[in-house]
């Protein structure tokens, strides 16, 4: 190489010649007047997909970082800020639907018909995404009793097939929690100090219902009962075995360690070494309920504009849209963790020399 550059115009740089000659209608092709909301539709579906390549990218950078036996604690922040630049991204995917909304029911029938059987169900982009993100085949909702994945090419089906197997975020997240220390160490089981916490928490709220004098015996029935209920699931969590039983009828997903490692973190989340996986643990659980606020606006959107019509590629429209919004989600235990929540005061103190290690510190010498 001469060490010479050639010169690089905006325009040749982003390829707009492509770009701007991408948008094909249909109507055009096909009808005596071109429809034209047809230009809007193409080009909002488009966005879509470019900002899908663009979270792609952002997770597989942070499955990257997570895809080793010993994860780099200082490239947890970076991994955070890829999670919120996707999150960024989410609010876009989201208000680019008030966008589509400009579009009237009549202006988008003039078009719809020529678009069969093409469907959002058939962008692999976003399936790719769910499942890196770690959606599993048995959570999916079927689609007109077509496997999800049949819509793609034998490589595109090849790669979604390696990350169902165990190279998801989700997993790596899982085994990454499963490695977390101050679980049970000599001097201080975690564990079974927190037992004794929620034991003492669960007795004096008891108390304070018995001893309240304006309360009906009713009421005093009633709350004592759901004090009750909300034991049975904090027993039914923290023991491993009943813990498995969960996992096995499909009701958790996450690991028993990992789990117990996630509580932990958010416990203290305050000591300095635990924030930033704190903030790992919250990234995921935005990204997941930002792809839900995304499919119940889809689903408004389609109530709004086609009623009860039938969606393009053949799935029930409205009702399976807002089905996927409530089944969905991938990152759903970690708001378990938020039942298992203490407040800071009932937490198990910790020993000096764990919120030693810690917190940030360092000697000097003389």
Known sequence: MNGKKDKVHYHSYLQLDQILSAQKLRSEELLVKPAHDETLFIIIHQVYELWFKQIIHELNAVIDRFNEDRVDERNIGIAVA????????????????????????????????????ASGFQSFQFRHIE??????????????KVHYQDFFTPTQKKLLDKLENGGSLFDLVTRWLERTPFLDLQEFNFLEQYIVSVRRMFNEQRQVIVQDTQMTHEEKDMRLEMIQNSESFFGQVLDEEQYQELIANGTMKLSYKATMAALLINLYQDEPILQMPFNLLERLLNIDELFTTWRYRHAQMTM??????PGTGGSSGHDYLRATAEKHHVFKDFHNITTLL????????????????????FTHKG
């Not at 919120?84 to 966008?99: H, N, P, T, Y």
């Not at 709004?304 to 019509?309: D, N, Q, R, S, Y």
């Open 82 to 117: 890829n999670l919120d630049r996707v999150i960024e991204i989410q609010k876009l995917l989201v208000q680019q639907v008030r966008v589509l909304e400009t579009m009237t029911s009549l202006d988008f029938l003039e078009f719809r018909n020529l678009l069969f059987p």
């Open 131 to 144: 499942v890196l993100l770690g959606l599993k085949e048995k959570e999916r909702l079927t689609y007109g």
């Open 304 to 309: 709004g504009m086609l009623g009860k019509k």
């Open 342 to 361: 203490i407040p800071r005061s009932a937490r198990p103190e910790l020993p000096k020399f764990i919120k030693k290690e810690l917190g940030f510190y």
